[in-house]
């Protein structure tokens, strides 16, 4: 799949804040491959690997650390290949289009959502194998990028034109099916979770609705003011706007009015009762 993004730099640096989120999410994954892979050859390198795994017979308080490491971890060269392909090619599409910060937000939460996702189906049937890999956090990124931008083209191998959506679309589809097959049924599982929060996310981010909002009770008392303004004429502000601007002369006086405010103020103050 290639678009006419710069292929990824080697000589720019880890976690560089000039960075695209993108970069940074690969560097973390690749650092941690190289980590893993050299204590691999060590006694206790293995040990290290599965405590790291998010593992679906422990209880989650004994290993709630794990729904965040796991994600970071991968299991051979291939997958991790695969993995950071589909997030460079992808990803740099959408950050683009929305900001760094939202790409952060869709990898972590599609990466906890599918392994949560995981744990249920393990639970339910069985499954005593463990979860590594960020292919949940990037399924988010993926279906956020088919939705908010369905109709940007891609070249499949260099030579195909096709629409993201129609890519992404298939992918999912392929997942769906992989979710009881015999092989990697549970990575599948936690794609299923990444889709889902990436679905959840990008459309509540374009406004077709609003992730409940928790509001906190406000002091409403207003101090006791020595004089009142009466309004009577539609063209002046009303009672509301005077308090506004009391209320900002009390906290710091006369001088951080605006122009407009002292003008307000004026007025009202002229104003016959």
């Given at each position: ?17 000039l ?41 989650l ?89 369905p ?14 959506r ?30 889902l929060?990436?679905?959840l ?7 077709l ?10 002091n ?25 601007i ?13 122009q407009?405010e ?12």
């Amino acid at each position: 799949m290639i678009t006419n993004r710069p292929l990824f730099r080697l000589n720019s640096k880890p976690f560089d804040p000039l960075n695209k989120a993108i970069v940074n999410l690969i560097w973390a994954n690749v650092i941690v491959y190289l980590v893993l892979g050299l204590l691999r050859f060590l006694p206790f390198g293995d040990a290290v690997f599965y405590f790291l795994s998010f593992n679906p017979t422990k209880p989650l308080y004994a290993s709630f650390y794990s729904i965040i490491t796991s994600i970071f971890i991968h299991d051979g060269l291939f997958h991790i290949l695969g993995n950071m392909l589909w997030l460079y090619f992808v990803g740099v599409i959408l950050e683009d289009l929305i900001g760094k910060k939202h790409i952060y937000y869709l990898f972590f939460g599609g990466g906890i959502l599918g392994v949560f996702t995981f744990y249920f189906f393990s639970v339910l049937f069985q499954q005593p194998y463990p979860l590594v890999g960020a292919s949940a956090g990037i399924a988010a990124i993926l279906v956020a990028t088919a939705i908010f931008t369905p109709h940007y083209r891609v070249f499949l191998f260099g030579v195909v034109e096709v629409e993201i959506r129609w890519i992404v679309l298939v992918k999912v589809v392929f997942d769906l099916l992989g979710m009881f097959g015999p092989t990697n049924a549970g990575g599948y599982q936690a794609h299923i979770g990444g889709y889902l929060f990436g679905l959840l996310y990008i459309t509540e981010l374009r406004g077709l609705w609003n992730f409940p909002k928790i509001k906190f009770p406000q002091n409403t008392k207003k101090p006791k003011r020595s004089a009142n303004v009466n309004i009577h004429n539609v063209n002046n502000p009303s009672q509301e706007e005077i308090d506004r601007i009391l209320d900002k002369i009390s906290a710091g006086g006369y001088d951080s009015l605006n122009q407009k405010e002292k003008e307000t103020l004026f007025k009202a103050s002229n104003k016959k009762s």
